[in-house]
C-alpha cells in the first residue's frame, strides 16, 4: 500500500502563507497531485508534480523531493475562500498507477 | 463545458433496498473512476474504466457492489442489497489519460437507514 502522512489541521490568518506537508513512502513513484475540497463539494484539481522543483499557479505552489518523498503545498496571501481541505495523492507504478490520497489537511483562515 | 455530473445528489433509503448511482463522465475523457468518501477511511478508490472496460475493481468492497458502463457517456454504481456501513458520499470522476489530473463530480450521498 501507499502511505502518504498530512497534517490533519493547519489554522492561519487572512493574508498569511500557510505551508501543508505531505509525506509519502511508496515504490515506483509516477506523480503528486494535489486537490483542494470545499466542505460539501467535490475535490479540484491544484497542481500536479512528477519531477523535483518548484510549480507556481498564481498563489498557490507546490515543490517535489523524490529522494526525500516529501511535497508540500505552499499558500499565499490567503483568503476566507482558501478555508477547505487540502488532498495530498500520490500515483505509483507499483499501484497500477492508481490515486492513493492521503486524509487531507483542513485548512481554516480566520480573519 | 459541463464538467462531470452524477445523480442523485442525495440518496436516503432503507438497507436491504438496492441503491444505483449514475455519472456521466467529461466528453472524451477515456477514464472513469468511482471513489468513496468517508471521515474514517477518507477517499477510496472502488473501480476504474478505460474506454469503457473495468480495469481494477480490487477496491470494490464486496460482491453487493457492482459497477457498469455501457458507454462512453455513462457509467453506473450499484449496491444491492444495501447496509447502513456503506452510507458515505460517492463520488465519480474521469481524465483524458490515466496519468492527467481527474476531474470530480459533485457527488452523491447516499444515507443507508
Known amino acids: 500500500g501507499q502511505n502518504i502522512d498530512q497534517p490533519t489541521e493547519m489554522t492561519a490568518t487572512e493574508g498569511a502563507i500557510v505551508q501543508i506537508n505531505c509525506t509519502y513512502q511508496?515504490?515506483?513513484?509516477?506523480?503528486l497531485f494535489w486537490y483542494q475540497q470545499h466542505a460539501g463539494e467535490a475535490p479540484t484539481f491544484l497542481s500536479y508534480?512528477?519531477?523535483?522543483g518548484l510549480e507556481e499557479k498564481g498563489r498557490f505552489s507546490s515543490f517535489l523531493s523524490r529522494s526525500k518523498g516529501y511535497s508540500y503545498l505552499l499558500l499565499k496571501e490567503l483568503q476566507m475562500k482558501d478555508s477547505a481541505s487540502y488532498l495530498c495523492?500520490?500515483?505509483?507504478?507499483?499501484?497500477?498507477?492508481?490515486?492513493?490520497f492521503g486524509a487531507g489537511t483542513t485548512v481554516t483562515v480566520r480573519a | 463545458d459541463a464538467g462531470v455530473i452524477q445523480s442523485p445528489r442525495h440518496e436516503v433509503t432503507e438497507m436491504g433496498q438496492e441503491v444505483t448511482l449514475r455519472c456521466k463522465p467529461i466528453?472524451?475523457?477515456?477514464?472513469l473512476f468511482w471513489y468513496r468518501q468517508t471521515m474514517m477511511r477518507g477517499l477510496e478508490l472502488l473501480i476504474y474504466?478505460?474506454?469503457?472496460?473495468?480495469?481494477?475493481d480490487s477496491g470494490m468492497p464486496e460482491d453487493r457492489f457492482s459497477a457498469k458502463m455501457p458507454n462512453a457517456s455513462f457509467s453506473t454504481l450499484k449496491i444491492q442489497p444495501s447496509e447502513p456501513r456503506d452510507s458515505a458520499v460517492y463520488f465519480c470522476?474521469?481524465?483524458?489519460?490515466?496519468?492527467?489530473?481527474?476531474?470530480f463530480g459533485d457527488g452523491t450521498r447516499l444515507s443507508i437507514l
Open positions: 511508496t515504490s515506483g513513484f509516477n506523480g
Open positions: 495523492a500520490v500515483r505509483s507504478r507499483s499501484n497500477d498507477y492508481k490515486l492513493s
Open positions: 466528453s472524451g475523457h477515456d477514464y
Open positions: 508534480n512528477v519531477l523535483d
Open positions: 470522476a474521469s481524465s483524458l489519460q490515466v496519468n492527467q489530473p481527474q476531474h
Open positions: 474504466f478505460n474506454n469503457n472496460v473495468p480495469i481494477d
